[in-house]
């Protein structure tokens, strides 16, 4: 026997054994009786048995079909509470904003700002704060786990995303405090070409390049003293004296916790921190919601 049974054939089923009279059933399902007829049939068929009794009296159900129709309404049953599982899922997802990140954005209380914007905006929104570690340079952007993501550029695959700037800050230079260019008020980049450098992990791509400045070597291969995937581990790093490393204006205070300090660098161009998303994206409403947000706590309304 053939169990391969459409959902639409049990409902027609269900419908005509409940109302034993085709076109009442035909006139709730919002079918023809002719077209109800013909699906009963094929079902009969393909379930090799008859399931109503047709006469001048009207119609009944077959043992067949009595014996088949809890088990047809347990099966409608299950279909409907799954479709609405699915429906709960995809409502919460439209009602839910995953905002990506690998450094908080600490700039003068920009996240709150944002949320209490966009909040305004979409009351009925819920939004969740992920943080991923710089192995992913996009946040979550890439493998969809992000709506929305702060990331530093340049991003992998760039023409993927959009985005709108949050800062763009002049670079500093991170090192220990026992480092003989700790004394100097502003560091030439000239300076820094023979130091072992903390790199980002070979995954991100272009933006390991960046903080390398690569742009300003002069086609001079850095020197690398350890891998970072984290503030902290770049903290540790720093603290242990295995390299100095490129740090944004706005996050040195995430460095500079005992033993480190930061310098001015001179002949590096600026780092762009912006909010981003994935372009076939840019049309949801809260994508949008959020950038305007961002967009006015960063620029004014």
């Known amino acids: 026997m053939s169990i ?3 959902v639409r054939d049990l409902r027609y089923f269900v419908a005509v054994a409940e109302d034993l009279h085709f076109t009442r059933a035909s006139e709730r ?19 090799g048995t008859e399931l109503f009794r047709r006469d001048r009296h009207g119609v009944t159900l077959t043992d067949a079909g009595t014996a088949l129709l809890p088990h047809a309404r347990r099966v409608l049953e299950a279909w409907r509470e799954g479709a609405a599982a699915v429906d709960a899922v995809r ?11 690998s450094t908080s954005p600490v700039r003068g209380g920009l996240l709150p700002a944002i949320r209490s914007r966009f909040t305004a905006a979409h009351p009925e929104a819920v939004l969740r704060l992920r943080q991923v570690n710089w192995q992913d340079p996009t946040a979550g952007l890439a493998d969809g786990s992000a709506d929305v993501a702060f990331v530093w550029l340049p991003l992998p695959g760039q023409d993927r995303y959009a985005w709108a700037v949050v800062a763009e800050e002049p670079l500093m230079v991170a ?13 030439d980049f000239t300076d820094l070409l023979d130091e072992p450098f903390l790199a980002l992990p070979e995954s991100t791509g272009p933006l390991r390049g ?9 086609g001079r291969p850095p020197r690398i003293g350890a891998e970072i995937a984290s503030t902290e581990e770049t903290y540790e790093a720093l603290a242990a004296g295995l390299g100095v490393c490129l740090v944004a204006a706005g996050n040195v205070p995430l460095l500079t916790l005992g033993g ?35 967009r006015q706590a960063t620029q004014g309304p």
Do not use: F
């Not at 090192?175 to 008020?185: G, M, S, V």
């Not at 300090?261 to 959020?290: C, N």
């Open 29 to 47: 399902l919002y079918v023809s009786q002719p077209a109800l007829s013909k699906q009963i049939r094929a079902l009969e068929r393909q379930l």
């Open 210 to 218: 960046h903080w390398l400045a690569l742009g300003s070597r002069d």
């Open 260 to 294: 480190v300090t930061a310098r001015p660098v001179r002949g590096v161009p600026p780092s762009r921190y912006v909010l981003a998303w994935r372009r076939e994206e840019g049309h949801r409403p809260l994508v949008r919601a959020y950038a305007r947000a961002c």
């Open 175 to 187: 090192l220990p405090d026992t480092h003989p260019l700790a004394a100097r008020d502003t560091v």
């Open 91 to 101: 409502s919460a997802r439209q009602n839910t904003l995953v905002v990506g990140m």
């Open 4 to 6: 391969d049974v459409h």
